[in-house]
């Protein structure tokens, strides 16, 4: 699965990582990839990580 980051629209909820540890935030909680600054990431399919995507209430995830 593809995700994309937007940050422009993360409120800093701080819901996404609750769901999957492929999230983290920046010391502005701004959402980031644990690893990588990368705004693009091709991860392994998970129910977890869709999870957190579709329960982002801005839409700052997308599953490409
Ligand atoms: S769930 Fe969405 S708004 Fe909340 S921290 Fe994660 S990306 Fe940002």
């Known amino acids: 699965m593809k995700v994309s980051l ?3 629209k993360c409120i800093a909820c701080g819901l996404c ?3 999957s540890a492929v999230f983290d ?6 959402v ?3 690893d990588s600054d990368d ?3 091709v991860l392994p399919d ?3 990580t869709l999870l957190a ?3 982002c209430p801005t839409k700052a ?4």
């Open 46 to 48: 998970s129910p977890d």
């Open 17 to 19: 990582q609750t769901y």
């Open 53 to 55: 995507v579709k329960s």
């Open 6 to 8: 937007i940050p422009e």
């Open 61 to 64: 995830l997308v599953l490409d």
């Open 32 to 34: 980031k990839f644990a």
């Open 25 to 30: 935030y920046h010391d502005d909680g701004i």
């Open 39 to 41: 705004l693009v990431k």
